[in-house]
């Protein structure tokens, strides 16, 4: 198996799944039965969206790719951190990135995708996400209940940078985006032909939204200083107005207080650092 990861045409995703669905009833291999429909018509609203249930992927190898993204959607998740960029997206790293058998480690710094590859990514699943809630009734809503919470890091100059801003402003709003246009066309002309199921509107691809994400979640490299987060905070609502959340290191739980967990839950094999968790930002500097 190649340790190279390598996207897919949304072309070719929407055919997988209408073939896969036609002929098996099911979508990358989650049978009907398993399809998380929704029976009341509740949800509850954050940053102004309405989102149907509390539930959802954090960021990670599970909101990388398209069809991740669409198996969390089939099977109840509504809440989407997207995978984290950053602006060294062509690194030489170790792979597996992630590697879970029985603990997990993770190799920092880790990407798979450019910043470019990433974004496709997520602009394929805002689209297949809003087909399948319409193609299968998954929701007695007749609005979106589902929201893409974008993520970056690491430091404010790469935040700043042309490269991950136009990432920020595009998924702030995708109109003028060539690959987002490209979609609703692939979409709209599919809808014409009749190869939608339950579908024959091609006005439908026309009314997808193009603001796909108004929130962001930042990720910052353990022992970054309170200071720079609190910086990088003050632009992303300040300067690019996003609702925003930190997200916080487990070594604010302190070293003697993982090692004791570690011990009673059984991975005493594992050896801590304990200048890993005193150089990161400490509990009362949060």
């Known amino acids: 198996m190649s340790d190279i990861m390598r996207p897919l045409a949304f072309e070719k995703l929407l055919n997988w799944i209408l073939e896969e669905y036609k002929k098996h009833r099911t979508i990358f291999g ?9 029976n009341d018509d509740y949800y509850f609203e954050i940053f102004g969206e309405k989102c149907e249930t509390p539930l959802g992927p954090a ?9 991740n993204i669409v198996a969390a959607f089939l099977t109840g998740g509504r809440f989407f951190e997207l995978k984290t960029v950053q602006i060294l997206d062509e690194l030489d790293i170790e792979k597996p990135c992630i590697e879970a058998t029985d603990e997990g480690y993770n190799t920092e710094w880790s990407t798979e995708l450019t910043v470019s590859q990433a974004y496709e990514e997520y602009v394929k699943a805002w689209f297949l996400l809003h087909l399948l809630n319409e193609m299968l009734h998954l929701s007695k809503s007749s609005e979106r209940t589902f929201v893409f919470n974008m993520s970056v890091g690491y430091d404010l100059k790469g935040i700043q940078s042309a490269k991950i801003d136009k990432f920020i402003e595009d998924l702030k709003d995708a109109s003028q985006n060539e690959f987002f246009l490209k979609c609703k066309r692939i979409l709209k002309t599919e809808i014409e032909k009749g190869k939608i199921p ?7 691809a026309e009314k997808i939204s193009p603001e796909i994400s108004n929130s962001i979640t930042l990720s910052t490299m353990h022992g970054c200083p309170p200071e720079d987060q609190e910086e990088i905070c003050k632009y992303l609502m300040e300067k ?3 609702h925003t959340f930190v997200k916080l290191n487990p070594t604010l739980h302190g070293y003697e207080y993982v090692q004791n967990v570690f011990k009673q839950l059984g ?15 400490q509990y009362d500097e949060r």
């Open 30 to 38: 989650i049978p009907e039965e398993k399809f998380y429909k929704k």
């Open 198 to 204: 339950f579908l024959n509107n091609a006005d439908f």
């Open 240 to 242: 690019k107005h996003l």
């Open 267 to 281: 991975y005493d094999h594992i050896t801590l650092k304990e200048e890993s968790f005193t150089h990161d930002m």
């Open 59 to 67: 960021a990670g190898p599970h909101t990388q790719t398209t069809q």
